[in-house]
Nanobody, 124 residues
């Protein structure tokens, strides 16, 4: 069956960096767009970044532009999120998701598969 497994979360001080990974199995990874979402306590889950099936296009929510970078390695069936200059407001559970349409869209309804999430905590 399809599995998306996030890793790389943790506790970091404001201004620090983390690199999240999402390892995919059970699907043809290179055909799927991929996305990162996050959910902070009391908030709805929100789009963070997306990448098309080929990696040729990437998308970001305004609040992370210039600080976060999404990438993928189709040979390794893995997606990444490099997070720099972290802020306390980035604290959330981060989820990766696979988009059947290949678009890496911000729209959650296009995402067919979801991981279990990894906690990111940024202290001030």
């Amino acid at each position: 069956q399809v599995q998306l497994v996030e890793s790389g979360g943790g506790l970091v001080q404001a201004g620090g960096s983390l690199r999240l990974s999402c390892a995919a199995s059970g699907l043809t990874f290179s055909r799927y767009g991929m996305g990162w979402f996050r959910q902070a306590p009391g908030n709805e889950r929100e789009f963070v970044a997306g990448i098309t099936w080929s990696g040729s296009s990437t998308y970001y929510v305004d609040s992370v532009k210039g600080r976060f970078t999404i990438s993928r390695d189709n040979a390794k069936n893995t997606m990444y999120l490099q997070m720099n200059s972290l802020k306390p407001e980035d604290t959330a559970v981060y989820y990766c998701a696979a988009d059947y349409y290949g678009s890496g869209s911000a729209a959650q309804y296009v995402y067919e598969y979801w991981g279990q999430g990894t906690q990111v905590t940024v202290s001030s």
